[in-house]
């Protein structure tokens, strides 16, 4: 998985994140975390043809054009999202289809300004759980976000994204 330089130059602009941003990402944090669970291509979600957890964690395709994160331990599947505050029947669909659940909960998070910063903070609420934080807990510094993120793709590593 590679970024082109538009890629980058997406993330520069304030441009909404694609696939291959967050296959990039979830990539990355692979082999940062390689015990984690989940972290499938998101190409494969439409296709349904990802390999359902009983735990772990998945960025998810959601809504057409919005990023959202999944997380699930003993069949209770926790959803990190910037701007909804309910789950549709596509996204409990595809939820069902990557986590063996029984549950699901919408987790209390900061919620994004922009229209197109939902893949920004997708990615900061995967490197914030895999790293043991909760996302619930954190004010993300948006105005720092996506240089952060820029730097931390060059650098080939996820770290903290920037908090108030």
Known sequence: CILTESDKEAIV??????????????TLLHYQFPKAEGLQNTLLQSKK?????????QAIHDRGNHWIV???????VTVYDSVYSTVNKATRDVINNIFETS???I????KQTGS???GVFAIGVLTALLNGVNPSELTFNTQEM??????????????HFPAC
């Open 13 to 26: 602009l304030g441009e909404i994140l694609n696939d291959r941003h967050i296959n990039y990402a979830q």
């Open 49 to 57: 043809r990802l390999v359902k957890l009983t735990s772990g964690i």
């Open 70 to 76: 999944a997380t699930t331990i003993d069949k209770i």
């Open 103 to 105: 549950e699901i909960k």
């Open 107 to 110: 987790a209390n998070m900061q």
């Open 116 to 118: 197109k910063d939902c």
């Open 146 to 159: 996506r240089d952060h993120l820029l730097s931390c793709f060059t650098e080939k590593s996820l770290t």
